[in-house]
């Protein structure tokens, strides 16, 4: 079992290359061994493209050893046709001898299928080697799958006083720029990104991708009357965004009004997004969006900073009915992570 953890690690390692770039298909990754030496690998690049199977088979040189190898993969090999083949029937296509795999694949069109195939063409399978660190790494992917909604996180920066603006709204600069460096590589990484109607109308944000290399998320707000000035950078078509409100259906060039029901909830929102195929969102405030996600539960992370300045009076910061499950030093800042629901094994 030791082995097997060895290399399925160096799988759960390349798997994470693929993030912000695959969505809404799964982080994998997959190493191919034989006599104990890594002969191939690779991970699933981009949406639409190769699955890690094939491309870390495309790796190995001597096909001949095929016969007698050991393949990793963070998650069971899909056995049905999508945008590429099924990446079981090529593994049985190699005759691969063993198939290592991390999790098993909850979505109904694969679910347990991959391994049947694998283990009805004579190929041994081995499940749930670092099983637990595939389903953390994954965690976007089964709460779509699990939940039928987006893996929610939320995130805000509050003064060392607890404070996350001040009275009139102004939150700059509570965290220093390396912290604000780190949300722009969040938001490269999730499909999408909320802002409530306050924190649109006082601060004007762009919620696009500036100080990191990556693709921009969809931005999504409620207006529910169409109240907001639409010289803001949100009405501006630079980048997908939806609108939720009461009043107006109508779509356009990277800008969508989505006419919701009266009274529509957090839920309701959630389930277009995950009809949308958009499987994350991080919520950036203001503080009565992020309250409401904390008071009716549809939240699975949270990250909070913590600057060093203090503001006296303001808007108080969301509070949290629990303990950090880590805590890091952003130079001078402290971020506090919590989890709602998963837990991550320790390493």
Not at 335 to 342: A, S
């Given at each position: 079992?030791?082995?097997?953890?060895?290399?399925?690690?160096?799988?759960?390692?390349?798997?994470?290359?693929?993030?912000?770039?695959?969505?809404?298909?799964?982080?994998?990754?997959?190493?191919?061994?034989?006599?104990?030496?890594?002969?191939?690998?690779?991970?699933?690049?981009?949406?639409?493209?190769?699955?890690?199977?094939?491309?870390?088979?495309?790796?190995?040189?001597?096909?001949?050893?095929?016969?007698?190898?050991?393949?990793?993969?963070?998650?069971?090999?899909?056995?049905?046709?999508?945008?590429?083949?099924?990446?079981?029937?090529?593994?049985?296509?190699?005759?691969?001898?063993?198939?290592?795999?991390?999790?098993?694949?909850?979505?109904?069109?694969?679910?347990?299928?991959?391994?049947?195939?694998?283990?009805?063409?004579?190929?041994?399978?081995?499940?749930?080697?670092?099983?637990?660190?595939?389903?953390?790494?994954?965690?976007?992917?089964?709460?779509?799958?699990?939940?039928?909604?987006?893996?929610?996180?939320?995130?805000?920066?509050?003064?060392?006083?607890?404070?996350?603006?001040?009275?009139?709204?102004?939150?700059?600069?509570?965290?220093n720029r390396l912290s604000r460096q780190l949300v722009h590589r969040w938001r490269a990484e999730e499909d999408?990104?909320?802002?409530?109607?306050?924190?649109?109308?006082?601060?004007?944000?762009?919620?696009?991708?500036?100080?990191?290399?990556?693709?921009?998320?969809?931005?999504?707000?409620?207006?529910?009357?169409?109240?907001?000035?639409?010289?803001?950078?949100?009405?501006?078509?630079?980048?997908?965004?939806?609108?939720?409100?009461?009043?107006?259906?109508?779509?356009?060039?990277?800008?969508?009004?989505?006419?919701?029901?009266?009274?529509?909830?957090?839920?309701?929102?959630?389930?277009?997004?995950?009809?949308?195929?958009?499987h994350s969102l991080i919520v950036e405030g203001g503080s009565h969006l992020l309250r409401q996600f904390?008071?009716?539960?549809?939240?699975?992370?949270?990250?909070?900073?913590?600057?060093?300045?203090?503001?006296?009076?303001?808007?108080?910061?969301?509070?949290?009915?629990?303990?950090?499950?880590?805590?890091?030093?952003?130079?001078?800042?402290?971020?506090?992570?919590?989890?709602?629901?998963?837990?991550?094994?320790?390493?």
């Open positions: 079992m030791e082995r097997h953890e060895k290399f399925m690690r160096r799988a759960l390692e390349l798997a994470e290359w693929g993030a912000g770039r695959v969505s809404p298909n799964p982080l994998v990754g997959c190493v191919v061994v034989a006599d104990d030496k890594i002969i191939g690998e690779g991970f699933h690049k981009q949406y639409g493209g190769p699955h890690a199977e094939p491309n870390a088979l495309s790796q190995v040189e001597n096909l001949a050893l095929l016969p007698n190898a050991t393949v990793y993969v963070t998650l069971e090999p899909c056995a049905h046709f999508g945008k590429t083949p099924p990446c079981a029937d090529l593994l049985v296509s190699k005759n691969v001898k063993e198939v290592v795999i991390a999790a098993q694949d909850s979505n109904p069109l694969v679910g347990g299928k991959g391994i049947e195939k694998l283990r009805s063409a004579g190929i041994s399978v081995t499940t749930g080697v670092l099983e637990q660190e595939a389903r953390w790494q994954n965690r976007r992917f089964f709460t779509a799958i699990e939940k039928k909604r987006p893996y929610v996180i939320l995130k805000w920066a509050q003064t060392r006083d607890g404070f996350i603006a001040r009275t009139n709204y102004d939150s700059k600069w509570i965290s999408a990104i909320m802002v409530g109607t306050n924190t649109a109308h006082h601060d004007n944000p762009r919620l696009n991708v500036r100080d990191w290399i990556g693709k921009n998320p969809v931005r999504l707000f409620i207006d529910q009357h169409l109240k907001l000035d639409r010289t803001l950078h949100l009405f501006d078509q630079s980048q997908p965004t939806l609108c939720y409100n009461l009043l107006l259906a109508e779509k356009m060039e990277n800008l969508e009004f989505v006419k919701m029901v009266p009274g529509f909830s957090l839920a309701q929102l959630l389930t277009d997004l995950y009809n949308r195929n958009i904390i008071s009716t539960d549809l939240w699975d992370e949270a990250r909070v900073f913590t600057g060093d300045g203090r503001f006296g009076q303001g808007i108080p910061a969301p509070l949290l009915d629990r303990f950090p499950t880590e805590t890091r030093a952003i130079q001078d800042d402290r971020l506090d992570l919590y989890c709602n629901v998963w837990t991550r094994k320790s390493e």
